[in-house]
């Protein structure tokens, strides 16, 4: 650790992200590697870090084969920054983005490092594929065995049963349901309407469409592979198309539908993080700053409603952390994994009675909505579980670098019952 007397102040210098695809369409032929390369690329040419070695390249993936066990580093190697430059992988499920820029930060901080990247990747397309437990099991045996007979004798043994892939299971190894499935029970116990969650994505979509006929973007976003927006956004999307979606999780009862629901993605995002001295020494912006961040986690086995909600609790404690009030912000961004888990934290955040039942010290009473998620977010854009974070990010320093002033809060739940926040200040 270095001696430093006092924490230094941690730029957003730059952001930079591939347009996010719903799984097996634009990037169903790439993987991890491929994506977060091509999302690090964008952001080196951007930025002229062509050569540079930075202090350090922080990131991950949710979903990765066994041979991206180096991931990150090995992105890094494939791009033109210094090979000096270090890596690692983080992994926080959908809090891996934005945990990563506070890996980063911290550093920056401590004077550690001057200046570092941090992102995330998912690849829902290419995901990997385990064989069986006794089919590892008879195929080591028979790596082990001494002589031919010996392996066959191992071989002999396989059933056809063996023989099928297992895929990783969307859901939570503790209840076995999925994250929709817990969200569907949020809904009901929260008293949130289909109408509700409909109107809630319309909001997120037409906003993101605004965001891009205004050019809001263009310098957010590296083409890749033949795109260059998001292809999950419906421009044409309208109250009468949502109404008559399915619902997707509880078929019978069930108010999640695909509309109001993120969708299956794959995409690659990454921002550039330094001190004051190294941005300005390098001719770069200064967007705003990185200046309070909490992880919490909840309680989501006994109590299914709770999953996604423990941003509640990092709000709370980052907001008496910070000595301010949830109204004092200019813009809030609140991850949109499902409708319904917003609009539950939202509905939380006003109740006396539903803040002391799910346990937070006081109640921090209601934003103004004109100010929440005001360029469309995830059930626009669509949510690759680790990239995440840097987009949300990204935008949010656009946001108060254009304003020229003012304060962000940013929100994300994760798998697992946890959840990561932060305050952005220019």
Avoid at 116 to 133: K, L, Q, R, T, Y
Avoid at 366 to 392: M, V, Y
Avoid at 405 to 426: D, E, N, W, Y
């Amino acid at each position: 650790m270095n001696n430093t007397t006092s924490i230094r102040k941690v730029a957003i210098v730059g952001y930079n992200r591939i347009p996010f695809a719903r799984a097996n369409t634009a990037y169903s032929n790439v993987g991890n590697q491929d994506m977060m390369v091509a999302s690090l690329n964008g952001l080196i040419d951007k930025y002229r870090l062509n050569g540079k070695l930075l202090g350090e390249v922080a990131g991950g993936a949710v979903i990765k084969h066994t041979y991206d066990n180096n991931l990150i580093r090995e992105c890094v190697m494939k791009t033109s920054l210094d090979p000096a430059t270090p890596a690692c992988d983080l992994q926080q499920a959908c809090d891996t983005g934005i945990e990563s820029a506070i890996y980063i930060a911290n550093k920056i901080a401590l004077g550690q490092i001057e200046s570092g990247i941090a992102g995330g990747v998912d690849s829902i397309s290419d995901i990997p594929m385990s064989i069986s437990e006794n089919l590892r099991k008879i195929l080591l045996e028979a790596r082990n065995a001494k002589s031919f007979g010996g392996k066959l004798k191992a071989f002999l043994k396989i059933r056809p049963k063996d023989l099928s892939p297992l895929v990783p299971k969307n859901e939570e190894s503790q209840t076995g349901l999925s994250m929709g499935g817990h969200t569907e029970i949020t809904a009901k116990y929260y008293k949130i309407s289909r109408e509700e969650q409909d109107q809630f994505a319309l909001k997120s979509h037409l906003n993101m469409a605004k965001a891009y006929d205004e050019g809001f973007f263009d310098d957010m976003i590296t083409p890749f592979n033949g795109l260059e927006k998001d292809n999950n956004l419906r421009k044409d999307s309208s109250p009468e198309k949502l109404a008559k979606l399915k619902p997707a999780f509880d078929k019978v009862n069930g108010t999640l539908t695909a509309g109001n629901s993120t969708p299956l993605t794959d995409g690659a995002s990454c921002i550039l993080l330094a001190s004051e001295e190294w941005a300005k020494e390098q001719g770069l912006p200064i967007l705003a700053y990185i200046t309070f961040a909490e992880v919490a986690a909840i309680e989501y086995v006994k109590n299914q409603q709770n999953l996604l909600l423990a941003p509640l609790f990092a709000v709370s404690r980052m907001l008496e952390k910070a000595n301010l009030n949830l109204q004092d912000f200019d813009y809030y961004e609140i991850h949109e994994a499902f409708a319904a888990q917003v609009l539950a934290t939202l509905k939380i955040w006003e109740s006396p009675e539903l803040s002391a039942e799910v346990g937070l010290k006081k109640t921090l009473g209601a934003i103004d909505l004109e100010k929440l998620n005001i360029k469309g977010s995830s059930l626009a854009a669509a949510h690759p579980f680790a990239a995440t974070g840097g987009r949300i990010i990204g935008v949010m320093a656009k946001l108060l670098n254009e304003k020229g002033s003012g304060r962000g809060l940013i929100s994300i739940c994760a798998a697992g019952g946890q959840g990561v926040t932060m305050i952005i200040k220019k």
